[in-house]
């Protein structure tokens, strides 16, 4: 099938690129010059594991195109996905300015039928503000062309994206026209060999799954990281308490691990566009409002630790970091924790030395060149001259150092462990003091 991708962020590009590898014609869509071009000599402006060979693959095919031309994008695709970003506004809700110009571009160059894809994470009733943004735009240039806008939201998790939509646990599909919906279907044929992953449900319905979705995997990190605050404070160890309460398959082990907060794209933006709905509705959505507010708290978590440690006065001490992406397989570091925590030390007089498996060029990108951040070429260069080494990123490489190593090269002997990924008793036995996440503090004999 012929298929347009409006935006070449990250769902977009997933998502054109997916379709593309299972047979179909796909034209992306970006407005920025820069990565079109990028994209079209075989380079990619994301890391996702395996996307930059799935990328030159179906390029090399011919299945995959990259271009700034909208109404060629609008010629091309019965399938008009619109992936373009919704960035909160200041009061938290979904800024749509994007969706609709895309769906004012579309109404500019239709001249047949079309299936206006939304994809991006977007409000409920945003399908019907596509729909009449379209209609304005049609009656302006005087004609009259058949659509339909369908709700198709993306379950794709960062570092595992490729993954989820080749094999997805569901496809939803809003929809008010059942043609439609079958349409959609064949599209999405391939990915559902082994057993019908499609799910049709009205668009309204679909558009809050989404919100939903998250709100609820937001809500169960929040709960467990409220917990391992009240384990601390009772002298329980909260990772026992994880694995007695995820032994109960109504609760599963899926995100209930404690750690110093959630970051990403799209937890703390979508639990604050949808209490924002709520709001605008007239409904306290005190639940979703008290997940985020754990969270903020969360990512404090951390710093005070350190703090403590040195009696509060951390002026002209050095931190190692290890990890800065919000999670790990991803450079992503938009709201990440590592954040919080090195914008806390440096108010304070603070420097920081970090390191990350991917996202360094991102760091680079945020804060530019500053005195009190070095950035390091591995884990062990961070730890040299530093007064204590904080985790942030649970990524793999991380998980069994050299703890012998790491209490030679650190001016104090102390790890404060955000994500509890490391061996309380190996740390100590090293000589290590060694401070998590809703367990006591660890200290050697």
Not at 58 to 80: C, E, K, Y
Not at 91 to 99: F, H, P
Not at 174 to 199: I, K, Q
Request: hydrophobic fraction near 40%.
């Amino acid at each position: 099938m012929d298929v347009t991708i409006f935006g070449s962020g990250y769902v977009g590009l997933v998502t054109g690129v997916c379709l593309a590898e299972v047979g179909n014609n796909v034209l992306c869509i970006d407005v920025d010059p820069d990565k079109v071009a990028l994209l079209n000599g075989g380079g990619v402006p994301i890391f996702e594991p395996g996307l930059d060979d799935m990328i030159q693959k179906n390029r090399a095919a011919g299945r995959l195109n990259f271009s700034t031309d909208a109404a060629a994008g609008v010629r091309h695709g019965l399938f008009q996905f619109i992936a373009v970003g919704t960035p909160p506004d200041e009061d938290g809700s979904a800024d749509l300015q994007y969706v609709l110009a895309v769906a004012r571009t579309i109404g500019e160059h239709i001249d047949s039928y079309r299936i206006i894809v939304d994809k991006s994470t977007v409000p409920v009733g945003t399908a019907d503000k596509v729909a009449a943004q379209i209609a304005q735009t049609l009656a302006t240039r005087g004609v009259a062309v058949q659509y339909d806008v369908v709700s198709n939201p993306e379950f794709l998790k960062e570092g595992a994206a490729i993954e989820d939509f080749m094999r997805p646990d569901r496809i939803i599909v809003g929809t008010d026209n059942p043609r439609t919906g079958e349409l959609l279907r064949a599209l999405y044929a391939p990915f559902n060999r082994s057993h019908d992953r499609v799910m049709l449900m009205d668009i309204r319905s679909a558009e809050l799954t989404k919100y939903a979705a998250n709100a609820m995997l937001a809500t169960k990190i929040s709960f467990m990281n409220e917990l391992s605050n009240i384990a601390e404070a009772v002298g329980a160890d909260i990772e026992k308490v994880r694995i007695g309460i995820g032994s109960d398959p109504r609760i599963g082990y899926q995100f209930i691990y404690p750690g110093c907060g959630y970051g990403g794209s799209c937890f703390p933006k979508d639990v604050r566009a949808l209490e924002h709905s709520a709001r605008a509705l007239g409904y306290r959505a005190e639940l979703l409002a008290a997940v985020e507010a754990v969270n903020f708290r969360q990512k404090e978590v951390l710093f005070s630790k350190i703090s403590d440690y040195f009696g509060g006065d951390l002026s002209g001490r050095t931190l190692a970091l290890w990890g800065l992406s919000f999670k790990p397989n991803t450079d992503d570091m938009r709201e990440a924790s590592s954040r919080t925590l090195m914008e806390a030390l440096w108010a304070v007089g603070a420097r920081v030395r970090a390191f990350d498996p991917v996202a360094m060029d991102e760091t680079r990108r945020l804060y530019g060149d500053r005195p009190d951040l070095t950035l390091t070429k591995d884990a062990l260069q961070a730890l040299d001259g530093a007064d204590g080494l904080a985790i942030l990123t649970e990524w793999s490489q991380f998980r069994s150092p050299n703890f012998t190593d790491i209490k030679a090269r650190l001016k104090h002997p102390v790890i404060f462990d955000g994500r509890n990924v490391l061996d309380a008793r190996l740390a100590t036995a090293a000589g290590l003091t060694y401070l998590s996440i809703g367990r006591a503090p660890a200290r050697p004999a």
